[in-house]
Protein backbone atom coordinates (compact mmCIF):
# COMPACT_ATOMS: atom_id res chain seq x y z
CA UNK A 1 0.00 0.00 0.00
CA UNK A 2 1.70 3.54 -1.18
CA UNK A 3 1.15 6.07 1.79
CA UNK A 4 2.25 9.45 1.12
CA UNK A 5 2.67 11.59 4.31
CA UNK A 6 3.40 15.45 4.65
CA UNK A 7 4.52 17.49 7.31
CA UNK A 8 5.68 20.71 8.12
CA UNK A 9 2.73 22.62 7.88
CA UNK A 10 1.53 25.05 10.53
CA UNK A 11 0.60 29.22 10.82
CA UNK A 12 3.24 31.56 10.16
CA UNK A 13 3.37 35.42 9.36
CA UNK A 14 3.86 36.96 6.02
CA UNK A 15 7.16 36.91 4.93
CA UNK A 16 8.72 33.98 7.17
CA UNK A 17 9.09 30.65 5.83
CA UNK A 18 7.96 26.65 6.43
CA UNK A 19 9.47 23.48 4.94
CA UNK A 20 7.16 20.65 3.57
CA UNK A 21 8.28 17.35 3.67
CA UNK A 22 6.37 14.45 2.52
CA UNK A 23 7.62 10.73 3.20
CA UNK A 24 7.10 8.03 1.04
CA UNK A 25 6.04 4.61 2.00
CA UNK A 26 4.82 1.11 0.06
CA UNK A 27 6.77 2.52 -3.45
CA UNK A 28 10.29 3.84 -4.11
CA UNK A 29 9.81 6.98 -5.29
CA UNK A 30 13.07 7.16 -7.13
CA UNK A 31 11.85 6.44 -10.79
CA UNK A 32 8.99 8.91 -10.67
CA UNK A 33 8.52 12.70 -10.65
CA UNK A 34 7.45 14.10 -7.58
CA UNK A 35 4.78 17.55 -7.40
CA UNK A 36 3.26 19.58 -4.97
CA UNK A 37 -0.09 20.94 -5.73
CA UNK A 38 -2.35 23.15 -3.25
CA UNK A 39 -6.03 23.76 -2.34
CA UNK A 40 -7.08 26.99 -0.86
CA UNK A 41 -10.76 26.93 0.17
CA UNK A 42 -13.57 27.58 -1.73
CA UNK A 43 -10.75 26.95 -5.06
CA UNK A 44 -9.35 24.52 -7.17
CA UNK A 45 -6.12 22.26 -6.84
CA UNK A 46 -3.39 23.78 -8.45
CA UNK A 47 0.42 23.27 -9.20
CA UNK A 48 2.66 24.30 -7.02
CA UNK A 49 6.23 22.32 -8.37
CA UNK A 50 7.50 19.56 -9.64
CA UNK A 51 10.68 17.52 -9.81
CA UNK A 52 12.26 15.26 -12.78
CA UNK A 53 13.06 11.83 -10.79
CA UNK A 54 16.49 12.63 -10.53
CA UNK A 55 16.23 16.17 -9.53
CA UNK A 56 17.56 17.29 -12.61
CA UNK A 57 14.83 19.43 -13.85
CA UNK A 58 12.18 21.86 -11.34
CA UNK A 59 9.22 23.63 -12.50
CA UNK A 60 7.56 26.23 -10.51
CA UNK A 61 3.77 27.77 -10.72
CA UNK A 62 5.06 31.57 -11.58
CA UNK A 63 3.50 33.31 -8.09
CA UNK A 64 5.79 30.99 -6.24
CA UNK A 65 9.26 31.07 -8.50
CA UNK A 66 11.85 32.12 -6.86
CA UNK A 67 10.53 31.67 -2.95
CA UNK A 68 9.62 28.09 -3.19
CA UNK A 69 12.56 25.79 -3.96
CA UNK A 70 11.48 21.97 -4.40
CA UNK A 71 14.31 19.25 -3.91
CA UNK A 72 14.29 15.49 -3.33
CA UNK A 73 16.46 12.56 -1.52
CA UNK A 74 15.94 8.75 -3.05
CA UNK A 75 18.03 7.26 -0.39
CA UNK A 76 15.37 8.56 1.74
CA UNK A 77 12.39 8.55 -0.09
CA UNK A 78 11.35 11.71 0.45
CA UNK A 79 10.83 15.38 -1.54
CA UNK A 80 10.74 18.97 0.22
CA UNK A 81 9.24 21.97 -0.43
CA UNK A 82 11.48 24.86 1.33
CA UNK A 83 8.66 28.07 1.45
CA UNK A 84 10.46 31.48 1.72
CA UNK A 85 8.71 34.71 1.68
CA UNK A 86 5.66 33.29 2.63
CA UNK A 87 2.57 35.78 1.53
CA UNK A 88 -0.98 35.32 3.01
CA UNK A 89 -2.18 33.91 -0.71
CA UNK A 90 -0.31 30.90 -0.15
CA UNK A 91 -2.43 29.95 2.41
CA UNK A 92 -4.32 26.36 1.56
CA UNK A 93 -3.71 23.01 2.13
CA UNK A 94 -0.60 21.02 0.37
CA UNK A 95 -0.44 18.11 -1.14
CA UNK A 96 2.79 15.90 -2.38
CA UNK A 97 1.68 13.44 -5.47
CA UNK A 98 3.78 10.63 -6.94
CA UNK A 99 4.25 11.21 -11.09
CA UNK A 100 2.96 8.61 -13.53
CA UNK A 101 5.90 9.49 -15.40
CA UNK A 102 9.73 10.47 -14.31
CA UNK A 103 9.51 13.60 -15.26
CA UNK A 104 6.99 16.13 -14.01
CA UNK A 105 4.18 17.49 -15.37
CA UNK A 106 1.57 20.82 -14.10
CA UNK A 107 -1.43 17.90 -14.73
CA UNK A 108 -3.21 17.02 -12.01
CA UNK A 109 -4.09 14.06 -14.08
CA UNK A 110 -0.64 12.66 -14.51
CA UNK A 111 0.06 11.89 -10.91
CA UNK A 112 -1.20 8.79 -9.31
CA UNK A 113 -0.63 8.63 -5.47
CA UNK A 114 -1.69 11.48 -3.36
CA UNK A 115 -1.05 12.37 0.58
CA UNK A 116 -3.67 13.70 2.91
CA UNK A 117 -2.20 17.45 2.85
CA UNK A 118 -0.88 20.00 5.25
CA UNK A 119 -2.55 22.92 6.22
CA UNK A 120 -0.40 26.38 5.34
CA UNK A 121 -1.97 29.35 6.69
CA UNK A 122 -0.11 32.94 6.55
CA UNK A 123 -1.19 35.27 8.16
CA UNK A 124 -0.32 38.86 7.14
Known amino acids: QVQLVESGGGLVQAGGSLRLSCAAS????????MGWFRQAAGKSREFVAH????????DYKDSVKGRFTISRDNAKNTVFLQMNSLKPDDTAVYYCAVGTYSHGTRSSYDYIYWGQGTQVTVSS
Open 26 to 33: GLSIANYA
Open 51 to 58: IKWDGAVT
